[in-house]
């Protein structure tokens, strides 16, 4: 089966404080995603990334960054969190088949993230 | 432009009645559709998935989804809920040669005793 871990299931963090959110799969998916989630908005894609140090922003990049230095890890940063970013995050990978395959991702088990 | 709506975003039905939850797209090119659950603080989880390999496709828990062309849908039965099938449910398509997918809002499902 595959698995993607999330560093943290709950984070309080402060305005203002660099945040760092880790998520690790192991099955050598090629892509992977950072998502928000919030009420009555669905999943919004952040950033994704389709290969080691590849990174492509998604509908909502502000405020974010990335970085994947190695294939089963890709980080989101939050330079300065805000209170408006206070969500639940979603990590997903997939695994690259070629054009037009279906391509189905794998989540993490989300982090809830308050900032104060 | 591409998009996938989900009608309603809270279903509510009596347990052991018919599960139905309606999921349309729109897209320039035949899309690959998924329906994905989430439990309370959890992830989300693969239900099923359309390939073009059938129209008629059967995921895990007793759901299954038919993609009808004509209609542009996907919608996703179950023939008898149960308690255990409250959650979140979300539809998702694939339709560009990249691989991002287009989420539903979702659809809060929930089961009357």
């Known amino acids: 089966d595959v698995k993607v871990t999330q560093s943290s299931r709950y984070l309080v963090k402060r305005t203002g404080e660099k945040v760092f959110l880790e998520c690790v799969q192991d099955?050598?998916?090629?892509?992977m995603f950072w998502y928000r989630q919030d009420p009555g908005l669905g999943l919004r894609l952040i950033y994704f990334s389709y290969d080691v140090k590849m990174k492509e922003k998604g509908d909502i990049p502000e405020g974010y960054s990335v970085s994947r230095e190695k294939k089963e890890r890709f980080s989101l940063i939050l330079e300065s969190a805000s209170t408006n970013q206070t969500s639940m995050y979603l990590c997903a990978s997939s695994l690259y088949l070629g054009d037009r395959v279906a391509r189905e991702q794998y989540f993490g088990p989300g982090t809830r993230l308050t900032v104060t | 432009a591409q998009s996938v709506t989900q009608l309603g975003s809270h279903v509510s039905v009596s347990e052991g009645a018919l599960v139905l939850l309606r999921c349309n797209y729109s897209s320039s090119v035949p899309p690959y559709l998924f329906w994905y659950v989430q439990y309370p603080n959890q992830g989300l989880q693969l239900l099923l998935k359309y390939t073009s390999a059938a129209t008629l496709v059967k995921g895990i828990n007793g759901f299954e989804a038919e993609f009808k062309k004509s209609e542009t849908s996907f919608h996703l039965t179950k023939p008898s809920a149960h308690m255990s099938d409250a959650a979140e449910y979300f539809c998702a398509g694939l339709m560009n040669r990249d691989d991002k997918i287009i989420f539903g809002k979702g659809t809060r499902l929930h089961i009357l005793p």
């Open positions: 099955m050598d998916h090629e892509n």
